[in-house]
């Protein structure tokens, strides 16, 4: 078992705010096709979310990437990422994609929906469509995307764009897990969508899994937004 510190965005360090242990018992990963190829790594573990340092009450929309990975830029996935429209929200609301990656945003109500961004990662307005209808936009710079709809301000979802594939969104639980990464050493970042990001560092060994203990820090607040032409929201007819 190893110790790790936490550390801020400042470069101070706390002791027990990490606990990271290599999974002596954690099956081997499979070596990729090509005997010239290293074996890789992962890393796993749990995230928990506190609000006013009391736990919330599930920890899931964590995004747990790692930065500076070696290798090629990643090819994006030939499928969509879906964001779907159902019930006046979006689902997921918090999610991650890699650079390059087009995403979808069926419209799944009986009502009209028009979806748009204004962040500076990607700016975008898809306009006005019926249910049914699916409308798509790619990915091409890494960053945060506020999406929202310009009839419902209660509408409102995040997205990270990341530089690599080496990212996991966690579950109700604050579970993850990242594979297939090369070994060394890393930083690693838990992305909450409302709060200051946890950054530590992580060593990753050939065919092993490298367990983390992570608490993440949620502020208060709702999504208070504007419309696409900068007006505030008003009743729709």
Known sequence: MRTMARRTRWGVSRRGAIRVMLGASAAALVRPAGATTPPSGAVEGSVEVRVDDRPRREHSGVVVYLEDVP???????????????????????????????????????????NVFSMSRALKFDLGLY????????????????????????????????????????????GRFKIEGVPPGTYTIVAWVAKGEPWRGEVTIAAGEATRLSITAREGRGGDSHLRKDGTPYGRYK
């Open 71 to 113: 290798g090629p830029p990643p090819i994006p996935p030939s499928s969509p990422h879906t964001i779907l429209q159902r019930n006046k929200a979006f689902v997921p609301k918090v999610s991650a994609v890699v650079k390059g990656s087009t995403i979808a945003f069926p419209n799944d109500d009986k009502i009209f929906h």
């Open 130 to 173: 019926r249910s049914g209808s699916t409308k798509s936009v790619v990915a091409s710079r890494v960053g945060i995307v506020d999406v929202y709809c310009n009839i419902h301000p209660e509408m409102a979802a995040k997205v990270l764009v990341l530089a690599n594939q080496f990212f996991a969104v966690t579950d109700e639980a």
